[in-house]
Every structure is written in C-alpha cells, then in structure tokens.
C-alpha cells in the first residue's frame, strides 16, 4: 500500500502489511530522509541544483561530485572523521558521454576506448582481464580472432570459450561453456517466452531450477528442485523484497532504492542482529555502486566493507568476495 502528498509525491509504502518505508521530501519532491519502520536509514543533503552531495551510511558518510555537465565525476565514502578514505573513486567521460577512464583508489586505472559510433572496443585495468570487442556492420558482437565474422540471423553462436544454440523462435536454448570439464544450461520457455526451467550440469552434477511469473511478466517464484525457494515482491518493475525458504526456516531481503531510480541504496536483512547491537531486529547493508549503478560494495550500520566485486564490461563478475557476514 502506498501513500502520496499533495505533489504526487510517495511518502510511504508499506510492504506485506508488515513494514514501512517513509520518504521525507522537501521542496518539490527532492528525498532528504528515508526511513524504515520509523528508523532513518539513509540522510542526503543536496546541492543548489538538488543534486545529491552527501548521503549518510551507517557510520559512513558519501561525499558526490559532479563535473561541469552534471554527470557525476567522484564518490568518496568516510568513517566520521577519519583521515582516509574508505572508498574512493574518479571518473572521466569522452564527449560523448561514455566513460574512458575510472580511478579506484583501491584496484587503480580502468580505461575505456570505443569506435566512432560509440561501441566499445576495448576495456583494460589492474587486476582484470583484457577485454576485447570488434562488431560487424550490423552490430553483432564478433570474435576479436575473427573480425570478419559472419552472425547468421543476428545470433551469437560462439564467444570466447562459450558456444550458444537457438530454437526456432530464436530463443537461447542450450549454452556451453568453459574447456575441458565444462559447464552446460540448457533452457525451456512457457508459451510467453518467459524462462521456466533451467537444467545445469557441471563437474557438480545436476541441478533444476523452475520459475514462475505474474501477469505482467515478473518474476515471482523461483523453485531449486525440492528443497529451497525464493518468493519476489515488486514495487512496479523494481524488487522490493525477495523471501529465502530452506529447511532451515526462512530469510527476507528489503530493498531501498535511489528516489525515481532503479540504483539500489540499501539492503535490510530481516531477524539478522546488527554486528554493532546484538538486539536490533534487522542488519542494514549499503550499496556503494558504479555510475552505471552497478553494485561493487557493501557496507554495513558499522561502516565496515562486507561485500565486494568487480566485473568485466558486460556486467559478468570475475571477483567476488564476503569479507564479513
């Protein structure tokens, strides 16, 4: 259930009857607070041109820069008055808009180049792999050994060590990848071209995985074979809340997002004790992420790093870590 002010603008929700997301505005409708049950989670304090500059995380605080045209150009996240710097990150953009260069002070330079109409070419940073891209004149991706590749019927058959088959209605419906002992998904759809199973095999073995949909074609269910699933609540096209359910009991994930964006900003996990108050009823987890909105951290209430990744151009994860749970 939601409800709005005289602006049109969402003050709260409240999800599954049971918990409560408040928005305080000012102005217009620009978000200062968000609150959850009654709880701030998040502050933000905005410039004169109502561009977010600072967000409060926990016992961290983000500090947001802009360049001349309003993209956002550094992120530096802080632990009250510390000296340094916890997270700490540059961009840099072309004139047309897409990003050459990234400084983490963390991993270092990413750089990005792109061919005249604005395609990425080619993507290199410490501690990532050298990714490569050449296209055909109708777009296709195509191997870099092979630039003058043929794509029958625009579908990609073979990409680095990964081969693709398609059904009639072009739909993938068997992917292999890796070399030697490799790894294969093989794909069935229902009659709307939804996804609903997934068969893996691996040097794991095998494994079913079923889905389920509503009316508008969202995600709601997934099935991992007998033993687990996970119910998903949407809020339009965004996921609110997503339900773990084992033979261990259960386990609900909230999400919070950036006002009017899909960018995640916060995570609540229900019934998990905070690490820094043994009595709170959820431990909250904040999202530090990328200018695309991609997540590359977590942190906790505490300001201490939980969670991270980093990924190749396509959104693929080649580091993943827990530092802390």
Partial sequence: AHTYDELGNRVSTTISGERTIDWLHYGSGHVHQIRVDGAAVADMER???????LRTQGKLTS?????????????????????DDLLAKQWQYDAAGDVIQKRDQRYGTTN???DPTGRIEQAAGPGLP?????WDAAANLVSSDHPGGYVEHNRLKMFE??????DVYGRLVRKVSGHGPAKELILEYDDWNQLKTVVTKDRLGIS??????DAFGRRIRKLNGSYASTDF??????LVQ????????????????EANSYVPLARIDQGKPAANDADARDAVYYFHNDVSGLPEELTDAGGDLVWQARYKVWGNAVQEEWVAR
């Fill in 161 to 166: 060590d990964k081969r693709f088959e398609y």
């Fill in 47 to 53: 410039d004169d041109l109502h561009r977010e500059v």
């Fill in 112 to 114: 990005y180049q792109y």
């Fill in 208 to 213: 079913t995985t079923h889905f389920e949909y």
């Fill in 242 to 257: 997503e339900t773990y359910h084992d033979r261990q009991g259960e386990e609900a994930l909230t999400y919070l997002y």
């Fill in 63 to 83: 500090r947001f820069g802009y360049d001349a045209v309003g993209r956002r150009a550094r992120h530096a996240a802080q632990r009250g008055h510390a000296a």
């Fill in 233 to 238: 609540l949407w809020d339009g096209m965004r």
């Fill in 130 to 134: 050298s990714e490569v891209f050449r």
